[in-house]
């Protein structure tokens, strides 16, 4: 009879053993696919607040370090849980669906790198209306129905591109056509100001140095949510532009890959001077190789930290400056190989 009781008590313990086994497996299965629920993947931690952060390419340098920077924000003086929501997941999700999900999910406030169309300006909408805040970061959009836009002012990042052509032109030292990937319609229209500032401040610059050479400036319209017309786009003005040298301003991160490739592919590099926006691993290495001239970029953990500090304010009090601006950095051949560091093969 003792024996039996033993192995009774021994089964017992195997069973109990193969259960938290089990629930331990399937808590780490949930975290890796994201199924797990905030209160369960916080466990013990409590916060006060629960905060998505979503955009449309979430897997670069970038991005997590503006995700670093919120969490870090959140975790040390905001007392808020930061998500990325929706990302690092198997399956890919677009912008509309992720901030779906998060108004769904009933998170306190929402951090969006808007994309400006239709359907992402009625989601914000539907989330002001459920008493969400949403602070757009780097690309605004709906700008009458979000609390904060955090990021460059485009008409004074307009005036810095204007400084580095300015460079390029007493290098080349001849006529030479400048053109700006723009977005077509009204889709961004911080990038139409950001032309805005670039033109205005470089034609104020060649008529005070009296520059003896022309440097037309001209907008070329691109559907950024269509690579395939951008990329046919950019193939035409590298085959069509042979005639003259070309400076080339690419505003995004995509778009400065794409027009690196084309150089590369139709024997322009050294001919078209292309300026970047933002960084990644192929852009910082185009610099380097002396395909890409530089990329203007931000500090992601600044902006991240400016992104959780104006949700909490307008959580706390009711209100927040509509505008926080952050800081940028030119990346060239002189500083690249710092940036690169920071990149894995």
Known sequence: MKKEKIGWAAAVCFLLLLFGVTVYMLRAFQRMTGTVSQEESMETEYYDAYYALIAENDDTVLWNSVYEGAKQEGSSGCDACV??????LASDYTLAEKLRMAIDAGVDGIILNG???PETERLVSEARDKGIPVVTVLN?????IRQCFVGVNSY????????RIWKLLQEIGRDCQVQVLVSSGDADPGKNTLFLGLRDTLEDRIEEE????EA???AIAVDSGDA??????????????????????CLSEADTRRACEAAVDYNRVGEVRILGYYESRQVLEGIEKDIIDSTITVEGDQVGSLCVQALTEYRKTGYVNGYQPVDTYLIDRENVSAYLEQYPE
């Open 156 to 163: 004074n990042l307009g005036k810095e591109y204007a400084d």
């Open 115 to 117: 994309d400006g169309s």
């Open 228 to 249: 395939f017309q951008t990329e046919e786009t950019i193939r035409k003005l590298m085959i069509e532009g042979t005639t003259q040298t070309e400076i080339l301003v």
């Open 140 to 144: 605004d959009s709906a700008e009458d």
């Open 216 to 218: 037309p400036v001209s």
């Open 210 to 213: 009296k520059w003896e050479f």
């Open 83 to 88: 998500e990325f929501f929706g990302g690092r």
